[in-house]
Protein backbone atom coordinates (compact mmCIF):
# COMPACT_ATOMS: atom_id res chain seq x y z
CA UNK A 1 0.00 0.00 0.00
CA UNK A 2 1.24 3.40 -0.82
CA UNK A 3 1.98 5.61 2.28
CA UNK A 4 1.36 9.46 1.32
CA UNK A 5 2.10 12.28 3.41
CA UNK A 6 0.48 15.53 3.00
CA UNK A 7 2.80 18.81 3.82
CA UNK A 8 2.40 22.75 3.75
CA UNK A 9 5.03 23.02 1.37
CA UNK A 10 4.74 21.34 -1.94
CA UNK A 11 8.73 20.16 -2.01
CA UNK A 12 8.56 18.43 1.57
CA UNK A 13 5.44 16.71 0.27
CA UNK A 14 6.65 15.55 -2.68
CA UNK A 15 10.24 13.89 -0.94
CA UNK A 16 8.47 12.41 1.98
CA UNK A 17 5.75 11.07 -0.33
CA UNK A 18 8.92 9.42 -1.91
CA UNK A 19 10.28 8.04 0.61
CA UNK A 20 6.91 6.86 2.90
CA UNK A 21 6.02 4.66 -0.23
CA UNK A 22 9.02 2.81 -0.45
CA UNK A 23 7.32 1.72 3.41
CA UNK A 24 6.15 -2.21 2.96
CA UNK A 25 2.64 -2.15 4.73
CA UNK A 26 3.14 -3.54 8.25
CA UNK A 27 6.81 -4.32 8.33
CA UNK A 28 8.23 -1.29 9.57
CA UNK A 29 10.21 0.92 7.89
CA UNK A 30 13.13 0.79 5.12
CA UNK A 31 17.08 2.20 6.49
CA UNK A 32 16.52 5.30 4.34
CA UNK A 33 12.99 6.33 5.28
CA UNK A 34 13.96 5.40 9.36
CA UNK A 35 16.80 8.42 8.85
CA UNK A 36 14.77 10.66 6.98
CA UNK A 37 12.35 10.83 9.84
CA UNK A 38 14.75 10.51 12.36
CA UNK A 39 16.54 14.06 11.03
CA UNK A 40 13.04 15.48 10.11
CA UNK A 41 12.25 16.69 13.99
CA UNK A 42 10.62 15.58 16.78
CA UNK A 43 9.65 14.84 19.24
CA UNK A 44 6.08 14.38 18.35
CA UNK A 45 3.55 15.79 20.89
CA UNK A 46 0.13 14.31 21.09
CA UNK A 47 -2.47 15.90 23.63
CA UNK A 48 -5.04 12.37 24.58
CA UNK A 49 -7.62 11.81 27.25
CA UNK A 50 -6.80 9.56 30.28
CA UNK A 51 -8.11 6.63 29.05
CA UNK A 52 -6.46 6.15 25.94
CA UNK A 53 -2.81 6.67 27.27
CA UNK A 54 -2.23 2.89 27.98
CA UNK A 55 -2.77 2.12 24.59
CA UNK A 56 -1.27 5.07 22.53
CA UNK A 57 1.95 4.45 25.03
CA UNK A 58 2.39 0.54 22.85
CA UNK A 59 2.87 2.12 19.33
CA UNK A 60 4.28 4.86 20.54
CA UNK A 61 6.92 2.78 21.95
CA UNK A 62 7.20 1.60 18.68
CA UNK A 63 7.34 4.51 16.32
CA UNK A 64 10.44 5.63 18.55
CA UNK A 65 12.20 2.48 18.26
CA UNK A 66 11.24 2.38 14.30
CA UNK A 67 12.46 6.18 13.60
CA UNK A 68 13.71 7.29 16.26
CA UNK A 69 11.81 10.00 16.82
CA UNK A 70 10.25 10.17 20.60
CA UNK A 71 6.27 10.74 20.92
CA UNK A 72 5.53 12.62 24.00
CA UNK A 73 1.72 11.86 25.27
CA UNK A 74 0.33 14.98 27.54
CA UNK A 75 -2.99 14.19 29.58
CA UNK A 76 -5.91 16.49 28.01
CA UNK A 77 -9.54 16.03 27.81
CA UNK A 78 -11.00 16.87 25.42
CA UNK A 79 -12.93 19.44 27.41
CA UNK A 80 -13.92 22.83 26.25
CA UNK A 81 -10.94 24.73 27.68
CA UNK A 82 -8.48 22.57 26.08
CA UNK A 83 -10.02 23.10 22.91
CA UNK A 84 -9.98 27.08 23.69
CA UNK A 85 -6.10 26.45 24.27
CA UNK A 86 -5.37 24.66 20.82
CA UNK A 87 -7.45 27.89 19.21
CA UNK A 88 -5.11 30.22 21.32
CA UNK A 89 -1.75 28.25 21.29
CA UNK A 90 -1.70 26.46 17.58
CA UNK A 91 -1.81 29.69 15.06
CA UNK A 92 1.41 30.65 17.49
CA UNK A 93 3.50 27.09 16.63
CA UNK A 94 2.39 25.93 20.16
CA UNK A 95 -0.04 23.31 21.11
CA UNK A 96 0.25 19.43 20.21
CA UNK A 97 1.19 17.81 17.10
CA UNK A 98 -1.87 15.82 17.18
CA UNK A 99 -5.04 16.45 19.17
CA UNK A 100 -7.55 13.63 20.14
CA UNK A 101 -10.66 14.37 20.07
CA UNK A 102 -14.58 14.09 19.31
CA UNK A 103 -15.54 15.00 15.94
CA UNK A 104 -18.16 17.57 16.43
CA UNK A 105 -14.95 20.16 17.64
CA UNK A 106 -14.02 19.23 13.91
CA UNK A 107 -15.89 22.39 12.22
CA UNK A 108 -14.82 24.86 14.71
CA UNK A 109 -11.17 23.68 14.37
CA UNK A 110 -11.39 23.76 10.31
CA UNK A 111 -13.27 27.11 10.20
CA UNK A 112 -10.35 28.27 12.50
CA UNK A 113 -7.37 27.07 10.12
CA UNK A 114 -6.13 25.00 12.56
CA UNK A 115 -6.31 21.38 11.08
CA UNK A 116 -4.11 19.74 7.92
CA UNK A 117 -5.93 17.42 5.94
CA UNK A 118 -4.83 14.17 5.83
CA UNK A 119 -4.53 10.98 2.99
CA UNK A 120 -5.52 7.91 3.99
CA UNK A 121 -6.12 6.49 0.20
CA UNK A 122 -7.38 3.31 0.54
CA UNK A 123 -7.06 3.40 4.09
CA UNK A 124 -10.16 4.60 4.52
CA UNK A 125 -12.27 1.97 3.05
CA UNK A 126 -10.82 0.06 6.22
CA UNK A 127 -12.92 2.07 8.88
CA UNK A 128 -16.73 2.29 9.64
CA UNK A 129 -18.29 4.19 6.76
CA UNK A 130 -20.11 6.57 9.50
CA UNK A 131 -16.78 6.91 11.25
CA UNK A 132 -15.16 8.75 8.30
CA UNK A 133 -18.33 10.90 6.92
CA UNK A 134 -17.50 12.49 10.63
CA UNK A 135 -13.56 13.19 10.07
CA UNK A 136 -14.92 14.14 6.80
CA UNK A 137 -15.55 18.09 6.50
CA UNK A 138 -16.17 19.77 2.93
CA UNK A 139 -14.92 16.81 1.15
CA UNK A 140 -11.37 16.68 3.02
CA UNK A 141 -10.56 14.35 5.58
CA UNK A 142 -9.02 15.51 9.09
CA UNK A 143 -8.39 12.54 11.07
CA UNK A 144 -7.70 9.26 11.48
CA UNK A 145 -11.11 7.52 13.77
CA UNK A 146 -10.58 5.59 16.37
CA UNK A 147 -13.75 4.78 18.45
CA UNK A 148 -17.02 5.44 17.81
CA UNK A 149 -20.69 5.52 20.17
CA UNK A 150 -24.06 5.95 19.90
CA UNK A 151 -27.53 5.40 21.62
CA UNK A 152 -29.50 1.68 21.07
CA UNK A 153 -32.18 -0.07 23.52
CA UNK A 154 -30.79 -2.76 25.69
CA UNK A 155 -33.59 -5.46 26.88
CA UNK A 156 -33.36 -6.78 30.26
CA UNK A 157 -33.79 -10.43 29.04
CA UNK A 158 -34.33 -11.73 33.02
CA UNK A 159 -38.04 -9.43 32.44
CA UNK A 160 -38.83 -9.53 29.05
CA UNK A 161 -37.79 -11.64 26.00
CA UNK A 162 -40.08 -9.38 23.39
CA UNK A 163 -38.22 -7.75 20.35
CA UNK A 164 -40.43 -4.59 19.76
CA UNK A 165 -41.16 -3.54 16.20
CA UNK A 166 -42.37 0.12 17.45
CA UNK A 167 -41.70 1.99 20.15
CA UNK A 168 -45.09 1.75 20.94
CA UNK A 169 -44.63 -1.86 21.04
CA UNK A 170 -42.20 -1.54 22.93
CA UNK A 171 -43.70 0.70 25.54
CA UNK A 172 -46.76 -1.41 25.29
CA UNK A 173 -44.65 -4.52 26.71
CA UNK A 174 -42.26 -2.15 29.55
CA UNK A 175 -46.35 -0.70 30.71
CA UNK A 176 -47.75 -4.93 31.05
CA UNK A 177 -44.84 -5.13 33.54
CA UNK A 178 -45.41 -2.09 35.31
CA UNK A 179 -49.36 -3.08 35.52
CA UNK A 180 -48.52 -6.59 36.61
CA UNK A 181 -45.63 -5.40 39.53
CA UNK A 182 -42.93 -6.74 38.09
CA UNK A 183 -41.26 -3.04 37.27
CA UNK A 184 -41.92 1.03 38.02
CA UNK A 185 -40.68 2.64 34.34
CA UNK A 186 -41.62 1.02 31.05
CA UNK A 187 -38.58 2.04 29.75
CA UNK A 188 -35.31 3.98 31.17
CA UNK A 189 -34.70 7.40 29.22
CA UNK A 190 -32.32 9.36 30.30
CA UNK A 191 -32.70 13.08 30.90
CA UNK A 192 -31.60 16.82 32.00
CA UNK A 193 -34.19 17.81 34.93
CA UNK A 194 -32.67 21.96 33.73
CA UNK A 195 -31.15 21.09 30.16
CA UNK A 196 -33.45 18.15 28.54
CA UNK A 197 -31.52 16.11 26.79
CA UNK A 198 -32.27 16.02 22.72
CA UNK A 199 -29.43 13.45 21.86
CA UNK A 200 -31.18 10.23 23.75
CA UNK A 201 -34.53 11.01 22.12
CA UNK A 202 -32.91 11.78 18.93
CA UNK A 203 -33.53 8.58 17.30
CA UNK A 204 -37.40 8.66 18.12
CA UNK A 205 -37.15 12.23 16.81
CA UNK A 206 -35.32 11.07 13.94
CA UNK A 207 -38.20 8.42 12.99
CA UNK A 208 -40.27 11.32 12.04
CA UNK A 209 -38.35 12.44 9.35
CA UNK A 210 -37.40 15.42 11.68
CA UNK A 211 -32.85 15.19 11.67
CA UNK A 212 -31.77 18.39 13.52
CA UNK A 213 -30.06 19.92 9.64
CA UNK A 214 -30.28 18.96 5.73
CA UNK A 215 -27.68 16.94 4.39
CA UNK A 216 -26.35 17.31 0.91
CA UNK A 217 -26.05 14.86 -1.64
CA UNK A 218 -22.75 13.49 -0.32
CA UNK A 219 -24.12 13.03 3.48
CA UNK A 220 -22.51 16.77 4.51
CA UNK A 221 -24.49 18.78 7.04
CA UNK A 222 -26.06 22.18 5.39
CA UNK A 223 -26.86 25.00 7.92
CA UNK A 224 -30.27 24.65 6.97
CA UNK A 225 -32.81 23.44 10.06
CA UNK A 226 -34.79 20.68 9.15
CA UNK A 227 -36.31 19.92 12.24
CA UNK A 228 -39.00 21.86 11.46
CA UNK A 229 -42.67 21.55 10.10
CA UNK A 230 -45.03 19.03 9.67
CA UNK A 231 -42.59 16.44 11.05
CA UNK A 232 -41.19 18.40 13.57
CA UNK A 233 -44.30 19.19 15.35
CA UNK A 234 -45.63 15.68 15.05
CA UNK A 235 -42.83 14.44 16.85
CA UNK A 236 -43.26 17.28 19.37
CA UNK A 237 -46.95 15.61 19.47
CA UNK A 238 -45.71 12.57 20.40
CA UNK A 239 -43.42 14.08 22.80
CA UNK A 240 -45.98 15.80 24.98
CA UNK A 241 -48.15 12.09 24.73
CA UNK A 242 -45.13 10.46 26.53
CA UNK A 243 -44.84 13.35 28.85
CA UNK A 244 -48.56 12.81 29.76
CA UNK A 245 -48.55 9.09 30.25
CA UNK A 246 -45.58 9.54 32.41
CA UNK A 247 -43.45 7.40 29.94
CA UNK A 248 -40.91 10.05 30.25
CA UNK A 249 -39.74 12.13 33.10
CA UNK A 250 -37.86 15.18 33.22
CA UNK A 251 -36.33 14.10 36.71
CA UNK A 252 -35.13 10.80 35.61
CA UNK A 253 -31.53 11.82 35.50
CA UNK A 254 -29.16 9.36 33.98
CA UNK A 255 -27.63 8.22 36.94
CA UNK A 256 -31.38 7.04 38.27
CA UNK A 257 -32.06 6.10 34.76
CA UNK A 258 -29.32 3.45 35.06
CA UNK A 259 -29.69 2.58 38.80
CA UNK A 260 -33.65 1.87 37.81
CA UNK A 261 -32.06 -0.57 34.75
CA UNK A 262 -29.76 -2.32 36.99
CA UNK A 263 -32.23 -2.71 40.04
CA UNK A 264 -34.86 -4.97 37.54
CA UNK A 265 -36.88 -1.73 37.65
CA UNK A 266 -37.21 -1.46 33.97
CA UNK A 267 -37.30 -3.94 31.70
CA UNK A 268 -35.24 -1.69 28.50
CA UNK A 269 -32.94 1.17 28.40
CA UNK A 270 -32.06 3.84 25.89
CA UNK A 271 -28.23 4.19 26.45
CA UNK A 272 -24.90 4.13 24.98
CA UNK A 273 -21.56 1.88 26.00
CA UNK A 274 -20.39 4.31 28.52
CA UNK A 275 -22.94 2.19 30.56
CA UNK A 276 -21.59 -1.22 29.82
CA UNK A 277 -19.19 -1.70 32.49
CA UNK A 278 -21.68 -0.97 35.17
CA UNK A 279 -24.54 -3.22 33.65
CA UNK A 280 -21.99 -6.30 33.35
CA UNK A 281 -20.77 -5.71 36.19
CA UNK A 282 -24.46 -6.29 37.68
CA UNK A 283 -24.06 -9.74 35.47
CA UNK A 284 -27.32 -8.84 33.58
CA UNK A 285 -28.43 -10.24 30.83
CA UNK A 286 -28.85 -7.97 28.17
CA UNK A 287 -29.77 -8.15 24.58
CA UNK A 288 -28.63 -5.02 22.20
CA UNK A 289 -31.69 -3.56 19.51
CA UNK A 290 -31.68 -0.66 17.51
CA UNK A 291 -34.16 1.95 18.78
CA UNK A 292 -37.27 0.86 16.69
CA UNK A 293 -39.28 3.48 14.96
CA UNK A 294 -41.72 5.65 16.47
CA UNK A 295 -43.06 7.84 13.70
CA UNK A 296 -42.63 5.35 10.76
CA UNK A 297 -39.43 6.41 9.63
CA UNK A 298 -35.87 4.73 10.78
CA UNK A 299 -34.56 5.91 13.74
CA UNK A 300 -31.11 7.66 13.32
CA UNK A 301 -29.32 8.01 16.64
CA UNK A 302 -26.25 10.32 16.48
CA UNK A 303 -22.90 8.91 16.63
CA UNK A 304 -20.06 10.37 18.06
CA UNK A 305 -16.54 9.44 16.58
CA UNK A 306 -13.38 9.79 18.29
CA UNK A 307 -10.50 10.28 16.18
CA UNK A 308 -6.90 11.86 16.45
CA UNK A 309 -6.52 15.34 14.44
CA UNK A 310 -3.20 17.18 12.94
CA UNK A 311 -2.19 20.63 13.86
CA UNK A 312 -1.97 22.73 10.93
CA UNK A 313 0.71 24.39 12.45
CA UNK A 314 2.80 21.44 13.84
CA UNK A 315 6.96 22.06 13.51
CA UNK A 316 7.14 18.27 13.20
CA UNK A 317 4.53 17.83 10.16
CA UNK A 318 6.29 15.23 8.52
CA UNK A 319 6.47 12.20 11.12
CA UNK A 320 3.29 13.51 13.05
CA UNK A 321 1.70 12.53 9.65
CA UNK A 322 3.47 9.36 9.52
CA UNK A 323 2.35 8.29 12.69
CA UNK A 324 -1.09 9.68 12.38
CA UNK A 325 -1.68 7.56 9.42
CA UNK A 326 0.83 4.52 8.99
CA UNK A 327 0.92 3.93 12.96
CA UNK A 328 -2.59 4.77 13.81
CA UNK A 329 -4.28 2.91 11.23
CA UNK A 330 -3.21 -0.51 11.93
CA UNK A 331 -5.19 -3.67 13.71
CA UNK A 332 -3.03 -3.54 16.41
CA UNK A 333 -3.14 0.04 17.15
CA UNK A 334 -6.96 0.30 17.17
CA UNK A 335 -7.13 -2.78 19.40
CA UNK A 336 -4.55 -1.21 21.98
CA UNK A 337 -6.68 1.91 22.00
CA UNK A 338 -9.82 0.20 21.95
CA UNK A 339 -8.78 -1.94 25.12
CA UNK A 340 -7.74 1.32 26.64
CA UNK A 341 -10.86 3.78 26.12
CA UNK A 342 -13.45 1.05 26.18
CA UNK A 343 -15.59 2.19 23.45
CA UNK A 344 -16.63 0.27 20.59
CA UNK A 345 -13.50 0.71 17.73
CA UNK A 346 -14.15 2.50 14.34
CA UNK A 347 -11.82 -0.36 12.52
CA UNK A 348 -13.62 -3.03 10.31
CA UNK A 349 -11.53 -5.29 11.48
CA UNK A 350 -10.90 -4.72 14.77
CA UNK A 351 -15.10 -4.72 15.18
CA UNK A 352 -14.47 -8.59 14.08
CA UNK A 353 -11.41 -9.04 16.28
CA UNK A 354 -13.61 -8.32 19.61
CA UNK A 355 -16.66 -10.31 18.83
CA UNK A 356 -15.82 -11.89 22.11
CA UNK A 357 -17.29 -8.90 23.53
CA UNK A 358 -20.75 -8.99 21.47
CA UNK A 359 -22.49 -5.52 23.16
CA UNK A 360 -19.78 -3.68 21.96
CA UNK A 361 -19.58 -4.92 18.93
CA UNK A 362 -23.19 -4.47 18.33
CA UNK A 363 -23.13 -0.78 19.47
CA UNK A 364 -20.20 -0.72 16.66
CA UNK A 365 -22.45 -2.16 13.99
CA UNK A 366 -26.00 -0.31 14.53
CA UNK A 367 -23.37 2.91 14.80
CA UNK A 368 -23.73 2.24 10.57
CA UNK A 369 -27.33 3.21 10.82
CA UNK A 370 -26.49 6.23 12.76
CA UNK A 371 -26.13 9.64 11.45
CA UNK A 372 -22.42 11.74 13.03
CA UNK A 373 -22.97 14.38 15.35
CA UNK A 374 -23.10 17.68 13.24
CA UNK A 375 -19.63 18.93 13.32
CA UNK A 376 -20.99 22.01 11.84
CA UNK A 377 -20.47 25.30 14.23
CA UNK A 378 -23.81 26.46 14.00
CA UNK A 379 -24.75 23.17 15.82
CA UNK A 380 -23.57 25.00 18.76
CA UNK A 381 -26.43 27.04 18.63
CA UNK A 382 -29.05 24.60 18.82
CA UNK A 383 -28.39 22.25 22.31
CA UNK A 384 -29.91 25.05 24.70
CA UNK A 385 -33.05 25.73 23.00
CA UNK A 386 -33.95 22.41 21.82
CA UNK A 387 -33.42 20.72 25.63
CA UNK A 388 -35.23 23.14 26.99
CA UNK A 389 -38.27 23.13 24.52
CA UNK A 390 -38.13 19.65 24.92
CA UNK A 391 -38.64 19.61 28.85
CA UNK A 392 -41.32 21.93 28.25
CA UNK A 393 -43.42 19.92 26.32
CA UNK A 394 -42.82 16.77 28.27
CA UNK A 395 -43.97 19.04 31.36
CA UNK A 396 -46.94 20.67 29.46
CA UNK A 397 -45.78 24.03 29.79
CA UNK A 398 -47.93 24.53 26.33
CA UNK A 399 -49.16 23.33 23.16
CA UNK A 400 -46.50 21.06 21.37
CA UNK A 401 -46.71 22.68 17.36
CA UNK A 402 -46.08 26.04 19.08
CA UNK A 403 -43.56 25.38 21.66
CA UNK A 404 -41.79 23.75 18.66
CA UNK A 405 -42.14 26.21 16.36
CA UNK A 406 -41.00 29.19 18.39
CA UNK A 407 -37.86 26.85 19.73
CA UNK A 408 -37.09 26.95 15.37
CA UNK A 409 -37.80 30.52 15.12
CA UNK A 410 -35.27 31.28 18.77
CA UNK A 411 -32.65 28.52 16.75
CA UNK A 412 -32.49 30.49 13.45
CA UNK A 413 -32.65 33.96 14.70
Given at each position: ?11 A ?19 A ?6 Q ?14 A ?29 S ?33 I ?23 Y ?7 N ?15 T ?39 T ?46 T ?41 G ?31 Y ?46 P ?7 V ?31
Amino acid sequence: MNRRTRLTTGAAAALATTLLASCASGEGQGEAVQQFLGQSGGPITIWAGEEAIAGLTEIANEYEADTGVPVRIVQRDASPQTMSEFITQSPMGQGPDLLMSPHDNLGQLVANGLLMPIELGDQGEDFLDVAMQAVTYEGAVYGVPFAVENVAVLRNNELTTHTPETFDDLIADGQALVEAGQADFPISIPQDPSLGDPYHLYPLQTSFGAPVFGMDDDGSYTTELAMGGESGEAFAEYLAGLGAAGVLKTSLTPDIGKDAFVSGRAPYIISGPWNLNDFEAADMDLTLMPVPTAGGQTAQPFVGVQAVFMNANSGNALPANDFLVNYLTRLDTQLAIFESVGRPPALNDAIDAIADRPLLSAYAELAEAGAPMPAIPEMRSVWTFWGTTQNGIVEGQGEPALLWRRMIANIEN
